[in-house]
Each structure stands twice: as C-alpha cells, then as structure tokens.
T-cell receptor, first 108, second 114 residues
Framework: KNEVEQSPQNLTAQEGEFITINCSYSVGISALHWLQQHPGGGIVSLFMLSSGKKKHGRLIATINIQEKHSSLHITASHPRDSAVYICAVRRNNNDMRFGAGTRLTVKP | EAGVTQSPTHLIKTRGQQATLRCSPI?????VYWYQQALGLGLQFLLWYDEGEERNRGNFPPRFSGRQFPNYSSELNVNALELEDSALYLC?????????????FGNGTRLTVT
C-alpha cells in the first residue's frame, strides 16, 4: 500500500464546477504539500500545510492531522486549472513521499 | 527574483555513460532537493542537500550521487546509466533546514538514455 493515496486518479469537470481532490497518508509527517504539475513537467507548489486550512484565490486546502487526510478544493473551476495535482508529505527526516497525482481536466 | 534554474533542459545519453544535471536554488535558499519522475511513475525523492552536506537520500542505488557547492547550487550525477534512468529530474529549493518552508521547483531536466 502506498504511503500517500490520492483520489480520484482522473477528474473531468465542466467550467465553473467545484472540485475536490483527496489525499490520505499513513506516515508521520511534518508538513503536507499540494503541487500542480502542468504538461511539460513544470511544478508549482500551491500550499504547504501542517494544520488547519489555507486559501489562495480560488484554491482551498485543508488538513486533518488526526485523520491523516487532506483535501484540495477548487472553486469556480476554469480550463486553465487543467493539470496534474500531486499531494506530497514531508516526513520528519525531510524526505518526501508523493501521491500518484490526480489528472484534472476542466472543459469549457 | 530568479526562480530555481536547472540545466540542461534535455539530455540524451547512451547506456553506460554518465550524466550530470545542475540546479541553482533561489537566492537565500540553502536546501536543494532532487526528485525523479519516471514515465508512468510518480515523483520519487532522490536526495536532499543542505549547507553543502547530503542530509538524506531516497531508495536509489549509489550510482545516483551529487554534491552541493558553497554557493548552494547542486549537481546530480548518474553513473553507469541504464535505460530505466530515463526520466524527468526535478530540483527544488527551500529555506534553511529544519525550517519546513514551501518548496520552489525548477522546470526539470529530461534525461533520455538510449
């Protein structure tokens, strides 16, 4: 079993829809990251969380440390949000474990 | 402010050769992380350097090695290349450990081994 599990694996949405991507992990962590990877490979770090909730524009990330679960929400989705979203957990020894990613396609 | 820069963008090598990949962190960052993203596989942690020392490595054979220079830039060396080393290699930088700062990623080096 992977240490970091993401769901869904693929997600297609219509423009304007509310999107949720989930991440569950099974190891002790010091922080959780949500990453966005565009075609071509470039990665942008969206959030780093160790507790609670963070919001940036239309993106919201939450984490529940007790349940070892995090969610990434996108409100009013747009075709430019189409990308692979990756959940990554940073362990206490500073190495990282990555989820397999969620491929999001937002159709106009 | 310049972001994390990686070079080269693409690299083609033959099996058995050595590859050297380079990464320059964001100014002020002392930690450099290397990751491998092979086709069909997710991101995997390779190496972490901070203040010139290797702090941690992932589950990769010793032919994957690297170093960090006094200016905090870093090299990843892959010796005795194998076909399965073909992948996108990503570098990220962060603030001084153990502060768990957000990571900033480079655009990667795509290594092809033929």
């Amino acid at each position: 079993k992977n240490e970091v599990e993401q769901s869904p694996q693929n997600l297609t949405a219509q423009e304007g829809e509310f999107i949720t991507i989930n991440c569950s992990y099974s190891v002790g962590i010091s922080a959780l990251h949500w990453l966005q990877q565009h075609p071509g490979g470039g990665i942008v770090s969206l959030f780093m969380l160790s507790s609670g909730k963070k919001k940036h524009g239309r993106l919201i990330a939450t984490i529940n440390i007790q349940e070892k679960h995090s969610s990434l929400h996108i409100t009013a989705s747009h075709p430019r949000d189409s990308a692979v979203y990756i959940c990554a957990v940073r362990r206490n020894n500073n190495d990282m474990r990555f989820g397999a990613g969620t491929r999001l396609t937002v159709k106009p | 402010e310049a972001g994390v820069t990686q070079s080269p963008t693409h690299l083609i090598k033959t099996r058995g050769q050595q590859a050297t990949l380079r990464c320059s962190p964001i100014s002020g960052h002392t930690s450099v992380y290397w990751y491998q993203q092979a086709l069909g596989l997710g991101l995997q942690f390779l190496l972490w350097y901070d203040e010139g020392e290797e702090r941690n490595r992932g589950n990769f054979p010793p032919r994957f090695s690297g170093r960090q220079f006094p200016n905090y830039s870093s090299e990843l060396n892959v010796n005795a290349l194998e076909l399965e080393d073909s992948a996108l290699y990503l570098c990220a930088s962060g603030a001084r450990a153990p502060t768990h700062s957000p990571l900033h990623f480079g655009n990667g080096t795509r290594l092809t081994v033929t």
